[in-house]
């Protein structure tokens, strides 16, 4: 199995696993005071199994959606609000119940972001190119450059020391936005400033993680940077897989 295939299959396993622990603490909540309630009204612990009963509906549903769409990926039943729902309620949900089971953050931070692009994907529409951002870390750029490429990428020198180079060439090419943030404060002032359709975004799994969190409901595409010195110091990046996604969202999905 694919080291991909391999985290989005975790993520998959992590919501069943919670959906159980979910279906465990209703059973609870309902039996517990069924007794009492029934002393209330006859009808009341009924009325109880049903509400537990709809909200596992729920959830085994979202979960049902989530596995089409990564097997198909394709925009498939609800997907639009999955992903908010993924963002907002099922990814802190998974974080802990992986603590319990001793699997990393980073783990579950990068299934999530594999999980993220494909409903992404599966949700893109045609972006016109000054609507794509491509957001890039500033760990990119070579340690010893001393140019200073945030604020304006166009004053590098493209002396080919470091993938900003290519990168500023293929915004040119495509016509996409391209721009370089120190941080989260940064990136979220580009964001706002640029207000992107679709962001095509780099960097490592906890950066990713926040960013597409602090971007919904834009819609953020997560490229993992590849960091052969460790993190944060000249960092690489696979230009091929930026230039798929950034086709695939120019092409309408295609
Ligand atoms: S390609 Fe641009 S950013 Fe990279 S080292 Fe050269 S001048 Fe600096």
Request: proline letters at 4%; a positive charge; aromatic letters at 8%.
């Amino acid at each position: 199995m694919s080291e991909e295939k391999s985290h989005k299959v975790l993520f998959v396993g992590l919501l069943l696993v919670t959906c159980a622990l979910f279906f465990l603490v209703a059973v609870l909540l309902w039996w517990i005071p069924y007794v009492g309630l029934a002393n209330i009204h006859r009808a009341l612990p009924a009325l109880l199994a049903v509400f537990f009963g709809i909200l596992l509906l729920l959830a085994v549903g979202g979960i049902f959606s989530i596995v089409l769409t990564l097997i198909f990926k394709k925009d498939l039943l609800l997907s639009k609000r999955l992903r908010g729902a993924v963002i907002k309620v099922i990814f802190p949900v998974l974080i802990l119940v992986g603590k319990l089971f001793g699997i990393s953050k980073e783990k579950i931070q990068h299934a999530f972001v594999e999980v993220n692009n494909d409903i992404v994907m599966a949700q893109a529409g045609h972006i016109r190119p000054e609507r794509l951002l491509l957001l890039m870390p500033h760990c990119l750029q070579n340690y010893e450059c001393t140019v200073k490429i945030t604020g304006n990428v166009d004053n590098c020198k493209r002396c080919g020391q470091c993938k900003i180079k290519d990168l500023v060439e293929m915004a040119e090419t495509y016509g996409v936005n391209l721009s370089v943030a120190t941080g989260g404060t940064i990136a979220r002032r580009i964001v706002v400033e640029k207000k992107p359709r679709i962001i095509i975004a780099v960097a490592c799994e906890r950066d990713l993680t926040s960013g597409i969190q602090d971007s919904y409901p834009v819609p953020v595409y997560g490229i993992f940077n590849i960091r052969p010195h460790g993190p944060c110091f000249n960092t690489q990046v696979d230009l091929t897989k930026v230039e798929k996604a950034m086709r695939h969202f120019l092409q309408g999905g295609a």
